[in-house]
């Protein structure tokens, strides 16, 4: 699945509703972390897109309301060009997974508890991945390799 952000807002929404309904057949979940503007976190602070802050604190929602750690994935643009506005560079990229999994290197967002096994992080374009150097697929999967 690869809803928008506020479709992942909260347990009541159809769209997480129906994540949940699915649940032991869902692989993943890569809510897609661009094009929304800035939106509220699991902590009720509202955080600006791009930002580590943004997807972790997005990413709680998930984690918190019901999905297991293996079925939550960063959604994000491969490139500045690739989408309206939401583009993390890798190493935010990086930072947030590592955030998410073992509670270190977070932004001023750090989730009350960790979730190792994190899904992972996709891009919609392996094309826009390659016009940017190939981020995604080189720093962030290699980066993923590593991690708990």
Not at 11 to 23: I, R, W
Not at 50 to 64: H, N, V, Y
């Amino acid at each position: 699945m690869a809803p928008q952000t506020i479709d992942m807002q909260s347990t009541g929404t159809e769209y997480f509703k129906l994540a949940l309904d699915v649940k032991d057949i869902l692989t993943i979940v890569n809510m897609q972390y661009y094009n929304s503007g800035s939106m509220n976190g699991c902590d009720g602070n509202v955080y600006s897109q791009g930002t580590e802050d943004f997807l972790t604190a997005l990413a709680c929602f998930q984690l918190r309301g019901g999905l297991a750690p293996s079925q939550v994935g960063l959604g994000v643009p491969a490139s500045t060009s690739a989408a309206g506005g939401g583009y993390a560079s890798s190493s935010t990229v990086n930072a947030a997974l590592d955030c998410l999994a073992s509670g270190t290197g977070c932004g001023s967002f750090k989730p009350g508890q960790t979730w190792p096994g994190i899904g992972g992080a996709m891009t919609w374009s392996t094309n826009w991945d390659a016009s940017n150097g190939g981020q995604i697929a080189g720093s962030v999967g290699s980066h993923l390799h590593t991690m708990p």
